[in-house]
């Protein structure tokens, strides 16, 4: 039986590799797009394995990175099953009217339109293959104000309007499009000095791990999931549903 093909941006590092190490533990030959640094990438190797783990190095917000890495892809596996877009950074948290506009260009290119061109590209894989799903990671930050910047805001709300309008496009082909939007996930994205505040706010009083975000994402592209389609599934721990009380004293 030919193992399934997972591509997972960002998968060297974060929820990520965790994704990545998921999918390999499930039995898929899954390849990694990523920028990040010769250690962060040797270090993911060395906790996944190479066997059924690969790195191409790839910049989603460059349009011919994107291109290039799918085209390799299918060159080495002929097939893509799963894309799981879960790359992304955070601008830098200041007030819209101090904001650098090439932070948040940047912002919105990697997180929102990173995520597009990967799409477009595996897209065309899976309409002629048929099948697949597609993941993207949007946040709690895409349907309510939180502390972040305006630019994290806009690029997630982006993701979950795009992940809507996507599925509705390609469902007819027999391709799933679904967003998992985590709440705070214990990466090193998260400042410190929001780790504990964050914690009060889950009902678990403590912040998501990358291995059950990881679970989240692993789940939606099961055949029992089927019925889940163009859907923002809240992986918040509560967050969203309950604005943020947690186990806040009253």
């Not at 990697?110 to 990967?118: F, H, T, V």
Request: charged share 20%.
């Amino acid at each position: 039986m030919t193992k399934q093909v997972a591509v997972i941006t960002g998968g060297t590092s974060g929820i990520g590799l965790a994704t990545a190490q998921k999918f390999v533990q499930e039995g898929y030959e899954v390849v990694a797009a990523s920028v990040d640094a010769a250690d962060k990438v040797a270090a993911a190797k060395q906790q996944i394995g190479t066997e059924h783990f690969s790195v191409l190095t790839c910049n989603v917000a460059d349009r011919d990175a994107v291109q290039q890495t799918i085209a390799a892809v299918m060159e080495q596996y002929g097939r893509i099953d799963v894309l799981a877009n879960v790359a992304g950074i955070l601008a830098k948290e200041v007030d819209l009217t101090d904001a650098d506009l090439d932070n948040v260009e940047q912002t919105i290119q990697i997180n929102l339109l990173g995520s597009i061109y990967m799409a477009k590209a595996v897209a065309k894989v899976m309409k002629q293959q048929g099948n697949g799903t597609i993941i993207n990671v949007g946040s709690i930050d895409g349907v309510m104000a939180n502390h972040e910047s305006i630019a994290y805001h806009a690029s997630k709300g982006g993701i979950h309007m795009f992940t809507k309008a996507l599925a509705r496009e390609l469902s007819p082909f027999g391709i799933r499009v679904v967003c998992v939007a985590p709440g705070w996930v214990d990466t090193g994205m998260v400042p410190d000095k929001a780790r504990a505040y964050g914690s009060k706010l889950l009902m678990k009083g403590r912040l998501i791990t990358t291995d059950e975000l990881a679970g989240a994402i692993w789940l939606m592209t099961l055949p029992e999931a089927a019925a889940i389609n163009g859907s923002v599934v809240m992986a918040d721990d509560g967050y969203a549903e309950f604005k943020g009380m947690g186990i806040l004293d009253l």
